[in-house]
């Protein structure tokens, strides 16, 4: 009697994964390809769905642009602590339907990692090895940018007097503002000397 329980007990459980296996089969299927429909790709190996057993062929092409509601994840990957923070946010306006192209055009400053059209993957370098560091200062009476080593000194001196700042500029600068690269230090000393 024991062994007749185990055995329909056995061939239950079989018919039971058997039967949630085939409907979560069809249920996989049905939101990809509808009943009766061939999947076919174009010239552009863009896929299109023909529908069998109609007078017209029905075509409907699945574009590669990105979605509306894509996901931008934005990496800021910091080289000298080799450390990643990252943030999320949705596709801009004005890159829905575009391409990977189109997406490094509007991110020129940025790599990007991975595209899809759901998700985006961009990477930002931040505090790289190679990029020369600063600290604009002060230097008699007047803005000056020195090495981030003190012991390479002075890296230029400006004409900028600090007296004709306002104070929370004044405060900055007594302090020292830590500059990256060369770029950015170039927009600092315009910024100050307008």
Same mark, same amino acid.
């Given at each position: 009697?024991?062994?007749?329980?185990?055995?329909?007990?056995?061939?239950?459980?079989?018919?039971?994964?058997?039967?949630?296996?085939?409907?979560?089969?069809?249920?996989?299927?049905?939101?990809?390809?509808?009943?009766?429909?061939?999947?076919?790709?174009?010239?552009?190996?863009?896929?299109?769905?023909?529908?069998?057993?109609?007078?017209?062929?029905?075509?409907?092409?699945?574009?590669?642009?990105?979605?509306?509601?894509?996901?931008?994840?934005?990496?800021?990957?910091?080289?000298?602590?080799?450390?990643?923070?990252?943030?999320?946010?949705?596709?801009?306006?004005?890159?829905?339907?575009?391409?990977?192209?189109?997406?490094?055009?509007?991110?020129? @400053?940025? /790599? $990007?990692?991975?595209?899809?059209?759901?998700? =985006?993957?961009? +990477?930002?370098?931040? !505090?790289?090895?190679? #990029?020369?560091?600063?600290?604009?200062?002060?230097?008699?009476?007047?803005?000056?940018?020195?090495?981030?080593?003190?012991?390479?000194?002075?890296?230029?001196?400006?004409?900028?007097?600090?007296?004709?700042?306002?104070? @929370?500029? /004044? $405060?900055?600068?007594?302090?020292?503002?830590? =500059?990256?690269? +060369?770029?950015?230090? !170039?927009?600092?000393? #315009?910024?100050?000397?307008?």
């Amino acid at each position: 009697m024991y062994r007749l329980r185990g055995f329909a007990a056995g061939v239950i459980t079989s018919v039971v994964i058997i039967v949630v296996a085939a409907v979560g089969a069809m249920i996989g299927l049905s939101g990809i390809v509808e009943k009766n429909t061939a999947v076919n790709t174009d010239e552009n190996n863009a896929v299109v769905l023909d529908k069998e057993n109609t007078e017209e062929n029905v075509e409907t092409t699945v574009s590669d642009g990105l979605h509306k509601n894509a996901v931008f994840t934005y990496e800021f990957y910091n080289e000298i602590t080799d450390t990643t923070d990252s943030m999320e946010g949705m596709c801009p306006d004005e890159l829905v339907g575009k391409a990977m192209t189109d997406v490094k055009d509007y991110y020129s @400053d940025w /790599q $990007v990692i991975e595209f899809s059209p759901d998700s =985006v993957l961009l +990477r930002k370098i931040i !505090g790289s090895k190679d #990029e020369e560091r600063y600290v604009v200062g002060v230097y008699d009476g007047c803005v000056a940018v020195f090495y981030e080593n003190e012991e390479d000194g002075i890296y230029m001196t400006t004409d900028i007097p600090v007296a004709g700042l306002d104070h @929370d500029r /004044q $405060v900055m600068l007594n302090d020292g503002i830590y =500059v990256e690269g +060369r770029d950015r230090l !170039g927009r600092i000393i #315009e910024d100050y000397s307008s």
